[in-house]
């Protein structure tokens, strides 16, 4: 385990693996930076600026529009047409709930939203005095081109459909080691996936070297590699054919936008992974103060930071849907999520909404640094949340004592301690405890009998059968080729904190609170009793503060 959080549960754990998310990738062509720049970009299509106006732009996006759509046609590829406000990838999951797609483009969805349209402005004699881009940024429409590709699964390029066709390219991280551990050399890789986690898998060291492949120097060209791959032949051709592209040299950069890093919790147990998860939340919610936050995400020592940024300054607690809890902590343009993924699976998420946040991070060579930082960003968040406090985690065992089980193919009951004759059974294991050779189901009998009340009828065959529910519990194991039985180490302790904690507990506790004294306490105490005349006071303050009356 890479963080002393997840070294604490370590025992609680199936697996802990790190992956790369969401990934945004900005294209844009460089030399379109400026009014000028944009000039010398349409005399290297066109051969001179004689049609660069405000007509010809509006043309050469209708022209996009319309191309699109004739391909579409031919191919019988489906062309959506989308609300301002309506969630596209519901539209996109509904089709792929419902349709078998292949390799290639599959469905184009369009829409409006805002995008960089330049404006071009001559004077009577008709020639150009300035070209600037419009403000604010109009809203145009934009084509949403979903493409399954046999690398990285399910992706999208967004791209504008006003020259010079600024794109965006939206992958994800765990779709790529889904694709590579089906598709991987020599014996593929087995796994359960739930949404966009994965929550078992038949190798969990194969599955996570290749999650760690996206955190390498290599992941920058991997992620150019698949943007190339599509963006020039499944959408920027019907602004320009192949032909045109290559005439005029026109050539995408690429640079991060965004980026989602998650750390994956893999629990045995559902209900000890919400005991974590709302002590993480109960317990560091109020102390993570600003300065912290700093901290976490590496802005404490910085001199040359002396103003925060616009955006959200706080740790809060969501529920966007039933039995969802999401714990947020937002600095700035940087989130940070902890929340439960499925039954059994805890992730710690960080986001960065615009890589300008980070100094540095911005072009895609620089893509390895930028999961470094968010890798370091969970790892303080998580020594942040060890540090403050840890959490005690129970197990099932008291909720799973009535429960019937399995001897053989012998079905038993459960133990209830409330009853007498379960617990002078447990007193009786535990007092034969230390026979080198067991004991036998006659040994445990004649016990019961001797330490019961008066009269108390006690037959071998009743005392076989308790221990056939201790030993469907995993208490006491029958020795083999043999009538005698042994205690395991785990069920001693389990049988004798429950008769301790009932007897010298419990019982005196709960007599204290029934009956107070009402004479002044005796002078002298035996050290037993200022035992529990301190562990008296300790309970009624630990009872106020959970709100019972005791």
């Known amino acids: 385990m890479e963080d002393p959080f997840a070294r604490h549960y370590e025992e609680l754990l199936d697996g802990c693996y790190d992956c790369v998310d969401r990934i945004v990738v900005n294209a844009y062509v460089p030399k379109c930076g400026d009014g000028g720049g944009f000039r010398v970009w349409w005399r290297s299509i066109f051969g001179s600026d004689d049609r660069l106006d ?14 699109l759509r004739a391909w579409a046609r031919a191919k019988a590829v489906p062309v959506v047409e989308c609300t301002r406000h309506e969630r596209k990838h519901r539209t996109v999951e509904d089709y792929l709930a419902n349709h078998t797609v292949k390799s290639g483009l599959f469905l184009i969805l369009v829409g409006r939203a805002p995008a960089p349209v330049w404006e071009v402005k001559k004077n009577r004699e008709g020639r150009i005095t300035t070209i600037k881009r419009k403000e604010p940024w109009p809203y145009v429409q934009h084509y949403y081109f979903h493409i399954m590709d046999p690398d990285w699964g399910h992706l999208t390029i967004r791209m504008s459909g006003h020259p010079p066709f600024p794109a965006q390219v ?5 779709e790529y080691v889904a694709c590579q551990a089906q598709a991987g050399k020599g014996k593929p890789i087995k796994f359960r996936k739930e949404g966009n986690c994965f929550t078992h898998t038949s190798n969990a060291l194969g599955l996570k070297k290749i999650a760690e492949t996206l955190r390498s120097p290599d992941a920058a060209g991997l992620l150019k590699k698949v943007c190339e791959r599509w963006i020039y032949t499944a959408c920027l051709c019907f602004a320009f054919d192949l032909e045109e592209q290559n005439r005029s040299g026109f050539h995408y950069e690429y640079s991060s936008y965004q980026v989602e890093y998650s750390r994956n919790l893999q629990f045995r147990s559902g209900g000890q992974m919400e005991q974590v998860f709302q002590a993480v939340i109960d317990r560091t919610r109020t102390p993570l103060d600003l ?18 940024s616009e955006g959200h300054y706080e740790a809060a607690l969501e529920k966007p849907g039933y039995n969802l809890t999401v714990f947020k902590v937002h600095y700035g343009k940087l989130t940070l ?10 992730r710690i998420e960080v986001i960065v909404h615009n890589t300008l946040e980070l100094p540095r991070c911005r072009p895609l060579e620089r893509f390895a640094n930028v999961i470094e930082r968010l890798r370091a960003i969970i790892e303080r968040f998580l020594e942040t949340v060890h540090s403050i406090d840890v959490c005690f985690i129970a197990d099932a065992t ?14 038993v ?59 469907g519990k995993n208490f006491v194991r029958k020795i083999q080729r043999s009538h005698r039985y042994e205690p395991l180490s785990h069920g001693l302790r389990a049988m004798t904190a429950l008769l301790v904690l009932r007897d010298k507990v419990i019982r005196p506790l709960l007599a204290a609170s029934c009956h107070p004294q009402c004479q002044s306490p005796l002078s002298q105490l035996a050290p037993i009793d200022r035992h529990y005349q301190a562990l008296q006071l300790s309970m009624k303050d630990l009872f106020r503060h959970l709100g019972i009356a005791a």
Request: glycine fraction near 8%; charge should be positive; hydrophobic fraction near 35%.
């Open 170 to 174: 939206i992958l994800n991280g765990h």
């Open 54 to 67: 405000n007509t010809h732009l509006m043309r050469m996006a209708g022209r996009f529009s319309r191309r």
């Open 413 to 471: 009951g459960g133990l209830d301690y409330n009853q007498a004759r379960v617990r002078l059974v447990t007193q009786a294991v535990l007092a034969l405890a230390a026979s080198p050779k067991g004991f036998t189901a006659s040994e445990i009998a004649r016990h019961v009998r001797q330490s019961g009340p008066p009269g108390l009828e006690y037959q071998s065959r009743q005392a076989a059968y308790d221990l056939k529910k201790l030993r």
């Open 291 to 308: 300065d912290q936050v700093k901290t976490i995400f590496g802005y404490k020592k910085r001199p040359w930071r002396t103003k925060l």
């Open 398 to 411: 008291l909720e799973q004592l009535p429960t019937a089980t399995r001897v053989g193919k012998t079905k």
């Open 337 to 346: 999520k902890i929340y439960t993924k499925g039954e059994s699976t805890l």
